[in-house]
């Protein structure tokens, strides 16, 4: 059988602190079993955009606790053969961080830390907005792909390079057993021009260089550490071709595109787009066969899949891990069927910079209060980084068909069925409304799935025997 990797994501904030997170993880790996738990960011940051904004790689957060507990976080998860993936977030840091405030001072040592240009470039940010802001200090621009307050670091500079070599050595120090790369394909600028792309100018300058892929092999290449890569922008061909640059760096690639492509949830939230079943499962059809790439439909950058597809939850866990499935991801709470959260009505009291954003956004387009919030609510990635209720691992672990002990079982025959774990892929039927039909073949045997997204008719896996094995 091939390597099959399951990953389990905790975001900190929802959990409490890492000793809340090490409580948890019995209930979790008895009945999950994941390989890796990656923690989004949990570091000292001022928390603008969710801790993507570090402001010291070394410290953790105090909130969470000290370096003894993430310690003992990391004896726990070893106890259940787990490993801790830590969220390296490359690309830039807070305006906090001390590397930018002696940059911005003109500080010898520090001044190419970031990327600086005496005028402003024509490119935009990913949250919407031009790219290149001014700091008076320094009485020059410089470049954030994300927010203001997330200057991006210049890759260009070895200095740089060799401050993340210390970083990743630290970590592992520590017992880190690898890494979630945070936007790895867009370290490096090729060249500082004028862009001409619409949406995206300066995109060809800065996506998927070959100096990127040279600097996340320095990192990661040589270090013993299961290491997966959140590759942004550019639609999967770019994708495939960036995991085939960088197969030397990365265990695996986490693939926006299957929690994005049905209605561009994790990119666009300006809009409620309606599901394109049929795109998206044709879409996935053709990713999940390959064997570095991982199935999601969760994370902390999307509403909850259940909310946003309408449907049974246990449906979804049954496409996740009946397609071919190397590295799947399960976000926490997903396993529970956690809906979207009831979000508030007043903007104030959204802690994600990428809401309030949008919200503006829609105003200045002349979207009324009422309908601005209505957007936010359905499409803001803050309904997925509320309080878990861990009591549910109780309740439903008693209920046998609850949507829990559904995925145990998923699961189980995803790690020990050879047709599931490995058998090719045969789609017979995708249509428009939401069905899809699939076969597995492994030697003689083949399984059919019916999956049925209108829920006119039963979802089902059928073995080669004829047997009902699932039906939902
Ligand atoms: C990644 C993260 C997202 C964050 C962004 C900027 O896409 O998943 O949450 O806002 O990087 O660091």
Redesign the pocket.
Known sequence: MNKHTLIYQIYPSSVGDLRDIAAIIPRIAEKLHPDYIWLNPFFESPWN??G??VSNYYRIEPRFGKMQDFHHLVKVAEKYHIGILVDL?L??TSDQHEWFKLSEQHDPEYKNYYVWLDRPLNWRSFFGGPAFDYSAQRDEYYLHL?DKT?PDLNFNNPRVVKEFENIVDFWLANGAAGFRV??ANVLAESDLKKGRIPGLPGFFHYYQKPKTVKILERLFAKRKCYTIA?P?GGEFFSKRKFHELTKRAFSASFNVGTLDIADSFFSKKDKVYPIRYKKWLKKLSEWAPEPKFSIAFE???APRAPSRFHTDPRILAMLQFLLPSYNPCIYQGQELGTENAELSNNIQDYPGI?SRQVYRRLRRKGKTKEEAMRIVKLTS?DNARQPINWGEYILQGAREESVLNFYSRLIELWRSDPVIADGKLKVNKITKGGIFDFERHLNSKIYKVHLDFTGKTKSTLIDDKGEIVIKV
């Open positions: 955009d969710g993507y904004d977030v690309n830039h994300y997330q945070d936007s959140e942004v994370s902390h950058d990428q990635r």
